[in-house]
């Protein structure tokens, strides 16, 4: 190149940029929140919140570590560790208790398709009949469910946290419970409408609600008690403590009405 010609230009560098995050505020949360809660349910009630560790957590998860700890060094007076794990249970005080109610009409829609043709025919003993199968068949589900392992952390949980005086950890196990009972409430006002029953004048949904709750709390909490594993054998099927409760406590607040076929 001959001194006189021009010095060639430099093309200028394009300004750098962050790199884009990997997830979102909300979604860092909820992996996060996922993964913790996946750590309590796999270790149960003996270990309890103290299962969750905030560096296997980032490593389950597979979430930016840096960002995972100044998500929770910002929520709340503790470390990244302990603010997670209270979170862990406040999502578990007011979340767990309606996704059984919801996993209860799943099962009870299911069974309620399968013999529309009951309905179709419109033969009323058929219907009480199919009313009880429906009874027999949730009752025994979601008996299970309250002998779960999920149910069992909740329950653990609550109890613990009836000792302290926190009020934010009693407003959610009380908020919890009353999603639990409109939700069974939502159900139990559908299942009605369709067998063609209505609520006895004095009672409310939410009486009948707790009523049924309290039968299978009450039952469930003593599992290993020999009577509450007992069946009766009626119409060919068993039938749990809880179902012959559960049957007797429709009786009680429902009464028939015209089924609109």
């Not at 000792?163 to 999603?179: H, I, K, Q, S, Y």
């Not at 049957?247 to 609109?260: K, M, P």
């Amino acid at each position: 190149m001959a001194a006189s010609d021009p010095a060639p230009e430099i093309a200028a560098a394009p300004p750098r940029r962050g790199r884009k995050p990997r997830f979102t505020t909300d979604e860092l949360e909820r992996r996060a929140l996922d993964s913790a809660l996946d750590a309590v349910l796999t270790h149960g009630v003996t270990a309890g919140v103290d299962a969750i560790r905030i560096e296997k957590v980032i490593i389950d998860a597979d979430i930016p570590r840096a960002a995972t700890y100044s998500l929770w060094e910002g929520r709340g007076s503790g470390t990244p560790q302990e603010n997670l794990r209270r979170a862990v249970v406040l999502e578990i005080v007011r979340s767990m208790p309606a996704g059984n109610a919801a996993t209860t009409g799943n099962h009870a829609f299911e069974l309620i398709t399968a013999n529309a043709e009951v309905f179709e025919r419109g033969d009323r003993d058929e219907i009480r009949a199919l009313r009880a199968e429906l009874i027999r068949s949730v009752a025994a589900q979601n008996f299970a469910l309250l002998q779960s392992q999920r149910w069992r952390v909740y329950k653990t949980l609550t109890s613990s946290i009836g000792t302290l005086v926190d009020p934010e950890l009693r407003a959610a196990v009380a908020a919890g419970e009353e999603a639990l009972l409109q939700a069974y409430g939502t159900l139990f006002e559908q299942f009605a409408e369709i067998f063609g029953l209505e609520l006895r004048p004095e009672f409310t949904m939410a009486q009948f609600s707790m009523s049924t709750y309290a039968l299978n709390e009450g039952l469930s909490n003593r599992v290993g008690k020999t009577f509450v594993h007992q069946t009766v054998m009626r119409d060919g099927a068993d039938w749990t403590v809880f179902a012959v409760g559960f049957e007797a406590l429709v009786s009680h607040y429902f009464r028939e009405i015209d089924v609109q076929l």
